[in-house]
């Protein structure tokens, strides 16, 4: 049985060559992301939020929710893949760098579909479940503040439908979560996560050993 394979950066301009297929408008804002502080570090690699696209499509997902904003990438990627009078809820801490990708939402003309919440993303998540009740969304990606994974996996879990999609990103976390001297509040976050989903009977669960770790977990009915 082959083992994994060992992702140089020759294979991987090979996978992309042969399977990513962006396109002017996301290939601009992913350069201008990637000037900005921190940019290359914080947004998702092209491969994974056109990944994040086909799970839209796959689970035929109307309602998507999405923690962590950012510039908007992975955004724009998902709601793409919306269909007609679907709506993508994205919440971030401000409105600075989601305004960075909202012209290009704009330009893709996919604007209307997309529903920024700028805030806290607890009380944002507290106000959903509020509001629009629970077991609302197909699917909810939660890419933001690492050390409040927990808190907003079990906000995600309520929020999602049975049969949805919780995907998380980072959950290798840059290979910190298997070093037993990493004790940082995010580390330690995103190791008991990882942890809780191993032994969470609510729902089926794969971590995917892509990018810096994407876990997808279903919820069971």
């Given at each position: 049985?082959?083992?994994?394979?060992?992702?140089?950066?020759?294979?991987?301009?090979?996978?992309?060559?042969?399977?990513?297929?962006?396109?002017?408008?996301?290939?601009?804002?992913?350069?201008?992301?990637a000037r900005l502080p921190a940019g290359s570090a914080m947004q998702i690699m092209p491969e994974e939020a056109?990944?994040?696209?086909?799970?839209?499509?796959?689970?035929?997902?109307?309602q998507v929710l999405e923690i962590g904003t950012f510039t908007g990438y992975s955004t724009l990627c998902m709601a793409r893949a919306l269909?007609?009078?679907?709506?993508?809820?994205?919440?971030?801490?401000?409105?600075?760098?989601?305004?960075?990708g909202a012209p290009f939402w704009r330009r893709a003309g996919v604007e209307d579909r997309i529903d920024l919440r700028v805030g806290d993303a607890g009380k944002t998540l507290a106000e959903l479940r509020e509001h629009e009740g629970e077991g609302v969304f197909d699917l909810v990606f939660i890419d933001a503040d690492k050390a409040g994974y927990p808190h907003y996996y079990?906000?995600?879990?309520?929020?999602?439908?049975?049969?949805?999609?919780?995907?998380?990103?980072?959950t290798l976390f840059f290979g910190r979560v298997a070093d037993p001297e990493c004790d940082d509040p995010d580390t330690v976050a995103v190791r008991r996560l990882n942890e809780r989903l191993r032994d969470d009977e609510r729902v089926d669960i794969s971590l995917l050993t892509v990018a810096d770790g994407v876990t997808l977990a279903r919820k069971r009915g």
């Open positions: 049985m082959a083992d994994q394979t060992a992702l140089s950066p020759v294979l991987l301009d090979y996978a992309r060559e042969v399977s990513l297929r962006d396109d002017d408008l996301l290939r601009e804002l992913h350069e201008l992301t056109q990944f994040l696209a086909l799970l839209v499509r796959l689970i035929g997902a109307g269909p007609s009078g679907g709506r993508i809820v994205t919440c971030d801490i401000n409105d600075r760098w989601p305004g960075v079990e906000e995600a879990l309520a929020l999602v439908r049975p049969g949805g999609l919780v995907a998380i990103d980072n």
